[in-house]
DNA sequence: TTTCTCACA
DNA sequence: TGTGAGGA
């Protein structure tokens, strides 16, 4: 009774395809512990904590033609060292992942707040927001891909961020978006103003815009500074073809006390 | 069952 | 860096 295995007993044990095992001695990182009569691998104990070792090696991002040199020659120290890289790399990932399931999570909390307050008006408290200038344009002109690409520094992800457009008094739009630190420019905190349309079409939007206004004086709401377009291009994964918009302005405290009490 | 080779993602 | 197919 012999004490080697074949090559399926080997990959059975160790949760692999005969396909690699057979990749590894192509790769010249397993050798079998010698060819049976009819020219079957046969694999001992050693061959068994071989592999384990090369499986560990892979999982920790090493590349099969560098195990074997890897596992020829490395020293303790640069054992250590490989280590520490896998651990840095494992670390940048989970934060990437952790990136994307917050991204995750304000997509579905921002499409929940926009089913239930769509082209309604609500008053809406926001703390300081600190915003970077990403492209000037002029308020006449559309954005175009064109523009994207002559005008603007890249940011990544940007579809991902919510867009500002801000118009100043010169006729120019700016778009911004948002960031930790302070940047350009930024919103002071207060109370805003707020309305979420779904447009169709880009002259929707000035419709919107009057309605907005005009909704605000009807309500004696005193508007402070610019208005503000956010756009959230990441909603229209769930309505293609149709912008998600968001209009604000920072609205000018009122008290009890104040009313009739201006000179 | 295993081997080898070729094609493919 | 593997996987799948197919003949021997």
Same mark, same amino acid.
């Given at each position: 009774?012999?004490?080697?295995?074949?090559?399926?007993?080997?990959?059975?044990?160790?949760?692999?395809?005969?396909?690699?095992?057979?990749?590894?001695?192509?790769?010249?990182?397993?050798?079998?512990? +010698?060819?049976?009569?009819?020219?079957?691998?046969? /694999?001992?104990?050693?061959?068994?904590?071989?592999?384990?070792?090369?499986?560990?090696?892979?999982?920790?991002?090493?590349?099969?033609?560098?195990?074997?040199?890897?596992?020829?020659?490395?020293?303790?120290?640069? /054992?250590?060292?490989?280590?520490?890289?896998?651990?840095?790399?494992?670390?940048?990932?989970?934060?990437?992942?952790?990136?994307?399931?917050?991204?995750?999570?304000?997509?579905?909390?921002?499409?929940?707040?926009?089913?239930?307050?769509?082209?309604?008006?609500?008053?809406?408290?926001?703390?300081?927001?600190?915003?970077?200038?990403?492209?000037?344009? @002029?308020?006449?002109?559309?954005?175009?891909?064109?523009?994207?690409?002559?005008?603007?520094?890249?940011?990544?992800?940007?579809?991902?961020? @919510?867009?500002?457009?801000?118009? @100043?008094?010169?006729?120019?739009?700016?778009? /911004?978006?948002?960031?930790?630190?302070?940047?350009?420019?930024?919103?002071?905190?207060?109370? +805003?103003?707020?309305?979420?349309?779904?447009?169709?079409?880009? @002259?929707?939007?000035?419709?919107?815009?009057?309605?907005?206004?005009? /909704?605000?004086?009807?309500?004696?709401?005193?508007?402070?500074?610019?208005?503000?377009?956010?756009?959230?291009?990441?909603?229209?994964?769930?309505?293609?073809?149709?912008?998600?918009?968001?209009?604000?302005?920072?609205?000018?405290?009122?008290?009890?006390?104040?009313?009739?009490?201006?000179?």
């Amino acid at each position: 009774m012999k004490s080697e295995i074949t090559i399926s007993e080997l990959a059975r044990l160790m949760n692999v395809s005969v396909h690699q095992i057979r990749y590894f001695e192509e790769k010249g990182v397993l050798l079998p512990a +010698y060819l049976d009569n009819n020219q079957y691998r046969m /694999y001992s104990m050693d061959q068994v904590y071989q592999l384990s070792h090369i499986l560990l090696l892979r999982k920790l991002g090493v590349p099969v033609q560098s195990i074997k040199e890897c596992m020829t020659s490395y020293s303790t120290d640069q /054992y250590g060292q490989l280590l520490n890289h896998s651990l840095k790399e494992i670390n940048a990932e989970i934060l990437r992942l952790q990136e994307l399931q917050h991204f995750i999570n304000r997509v579905l909390h921002e499409q929940k707040n926009f089913i239930s307050h769509s082209n309604d008006y609500q008053i809406k408290w926001r703390e300081t927001t600190y915003l970077a200038r990403w492209i000037e344009m @002029d308020s006449q002109i559309t954005l175009n891909a064109k523009l994207l690409t002559e005008q603007a520094k890249s940011v990544p992800n940007l579809f991902e961020s @919510d867009l500002h457009f801000i118009e @100043d008094n010169s006729r120019t739009i700016t778009l /911004y978006t948002e960031t930790e630190a302070p940047g350009d420019f930024s919103l002071p905190s207060g109370n +805003y103003l707020s309305t979420q349309r779904l447009i169709h079409e880009e @002259d929707e939007l000035e419709q919107v815009i009057e309605q907005f206004y005009s /909704y605000a004086a009807a309500q004696s709401h005193v508007i402070q500074g610019p208005l503000i377009l956010i756009e959230r291009s990441y909603l229209s994964l769930f309505s293609q073809k149709q912008l998600h918009y968001e209009l604000q302005a920072l609205i000018e405290p009122t008290t009890h006390s104040e009313r009739g009490n201006r000179s």
